[in-house]
């Protein structure tokens, strides 16, 4: 059945063996298919593929069909030389969260990378997988859709380039294992073994374990002295380590940057040297264990500043006798933290960490302006991103993208998760998210839903443009449900309100969300 130009359509399934176009050499000629499908062979169930306007920059590519199906749209690519190249794509769809695919074959092993869901924004987002060439190679590029009646998805400037996507890191926030663990929690690798949280999590292909500093808990836990037996099994795990200060007693993020009490009433001046201090006590401590930490955060989702009200980036609370943003004192205290992250061992990577992504990417260049324009020293930008109120994954892109590109950075997605349930587990607490309408559209809180979802956000990370994306780290996977150990360090009685989106289920097994750590 012929439906286009030089285009034949072959009936039922893929078939194993094709004919295709003769290959093209170097790039990826026709990638936003603007002559409409020369140079692409469409195979499987007729009438799925189609050309349309509407593409991000002139015609797209569309999968689709009333009834279940199952169609590839491919191309041989021949590769110009030997080393690593990158095959993108721009793409947007809906329907099965598992059903369309990127992949490349016959130039070395064999990658593919699952196209992530659009429903949210309907937004263009960029998927890429690498390829290792030995020398002038044919590669087929194939863009697959199997799924449902109903599901579709589009595709729109393709493109072959030289260099490596690679997902460097794959982490996970373990701050509150320790606190678990004490109150009786324990932890089983898929096939149901009893064993350590942090080796399970390592052998998944976890490489970087985060945890929180609170200058004097009241529950005593997230301390010096907590982090540094935390730090050592990540480091025996053989993995990195990122240190995430909070300047407080508890917690710290958008809505809340509290002065620990120690450092209260203390001036500008004061409170610098208190953090620098603090901040060189910790990794001292850490570094004479023997585990120096690799990164470390100067501050935890720091967009209205830190160590309110002295350092805060815009009049938090107009009755406290600090009027309007104080932009040089929140720079004295980020010089303050980096300075003593840089005498431990100068080799440490300093994190500046916002968040709220969803207010728009000029909501984060205004607060890095001000304090590059203030000379604060920092190596890497840190991004909490969860989809379910941080926005699209094209918005995390976007932020990747335009951050890493103004300010010469990488990227690391320091921040993510997504339930695998909406069931509560015991002792009940009602959860942080706990509706289907809370949820990112098309990804169900299932096992199977979490994983894809996860997925999605690391690879959004990786293929971001500019390829400044270094990773992400996935906020508290062993932070399941036991009595005793809930949220609020002041209150023994409170519950945990996370552990839906735990990387292990409510009888503390690992679930299929953390082999997205083992995949590069």
């Known amino acids: 059945m012929r439906i286009f130009t030089g285009l034949t359509l072959t009936l039922g399934l893929l078939a194993a063996t094709l004919t295709t176009a003769p290959a093209q050499a170097g790039g990826q000629p026709n990638g936003g298919f603007e002559q409409g499908l020369a140079g692409w062979t469409v195979t499987g169930t007729p009438g799925a593929a189609k050309l349309e306007t509407g593409g991000r920059t002139g015609n797209r590519l569309t999968h689709w069909s009333a009834s279940a199906y199952r169609v590839t749209t491919r191309q041989v690519v021949k590769l110009p030389g030997r080393g690593w190249w990158t095959v993108s794509v721009w793409g947007k769809g809906g329907g099965s969260f598992s059903a369309t695919s990127l992949s490349v074959s016959g130039c070395g092993s064999p990658v593919s990378v699952t196209m992530p869901l659009t429903e949210q924004d309907d937004a263009w987002v960029r998927s890429a ?17 199997a799924g ?12 072959v380039a030289p260099g490596r996507v690679v997902r460097t890191i794959r982490g996970g926030d373990l701050s509150g294992l320790a606190k678990n663990e004490d109150f009786g929690a ?8 009893r064993g350590d949280a942090v080796k399970i999590l390592a052998k ?11 200058v004097d808990p009241a529950d005593g836990y997230n301390d010096q002295a907590h982090v540094v037996a935390t730090a050592k099994r990540i480091k025996a795990a053989g993995m990195k380590l990122l240190v995430d200060f909070h300047y407080s007693d508890r917690w710290t993020d958008p809505g809340a940057q509290g002065v620990p009490a120690a450092w209260r009433g203390k001036t500008a001046e004061q409170t610098a040297d208190a953090l620098y201090q603090h901040t060189r006590e910790v990794l001292k401590a850490l570094k004479a264990a023997g585990v120096t ?23 938090v609370d107009p009755d406290d006798g600090v009027p309007g943003a104080q932009w040089d004192n929140l720079a004295s205290f980020l010089k303050a933290g980096a300075r003593a992250v840089k005498e431990v061992d100068p080799r440490t990577q300093v994190i500046l960490h916002l968040t709220n992504i969803n207010n728009g990417i000029g909501s984060l260049t205004w607060w890095f302006d001000e304090v590059v324009a203030r000379g604060v020293p920092f190596d890497l930008i840190g991004l909490s991103y969860y989809g379910y109120w941080h926005g699209s994954l094209a918005d995390l892109q976007n932020a990747v ?7 010469d950075k990488d990227v690391l997605n320091v921040e993510t998760a997504y339930p695998f349930t909406l069931a509560d587990g015991s002792p009940a607490y009602e959860n942080v998210i706990d509706l289907p309408s ?9 096992p199977a839903g979490q994983a894809a979802q996860y997925r999605a956000v690391q690879d959004a990370v990786a293929a971001a443009e500019g390829g400044r994306g270094i990773g992400t780290v996935y906020w508290e996977p062993a932070w399941t449900s036991v009595q005793g150990a809930g949220w609020d360090p002041a209150d023994p009685a409170s519950g945990n309100a996370w552990e839906n989106q735990a990387l292990f289920d409510h009888t503390g097994r690992l679930l299929p969300a953390a082999r997205s750590l083992y995949m590069r």
């Open 129 to 145: 997988v690498s390829v290792y060439s030995a020398g002038k190679r044919n590669c087929v590029v194939s863009l697959t859709t």
């Open 204 to 214: 998944s292909g976890m490489n970087l374990g985060r945890l929180k500093v609170w």
């Open 438 to 446: 809370e949820l990112v559209p098309g990804y169900p809180a299932t």
């Open 148 to 159: 449902p009646g109903g599901t579709w998805a589009s595709f729109d400037d393709v493109a």
């Open 401 to 407: 993208t335009t951050l890493s590109a103004r300010y």
């Open 186 to 193: 324990t932890y089983r690798s898929a096939d149901g073994k």
């Open 293 to 315: 930490a690799d990164f470390v955060q100067v501050g935890n989702e720091i967009n209205p500043g830190m160590l309110w009200p002295l350092g805060q980036t815009w009049d």
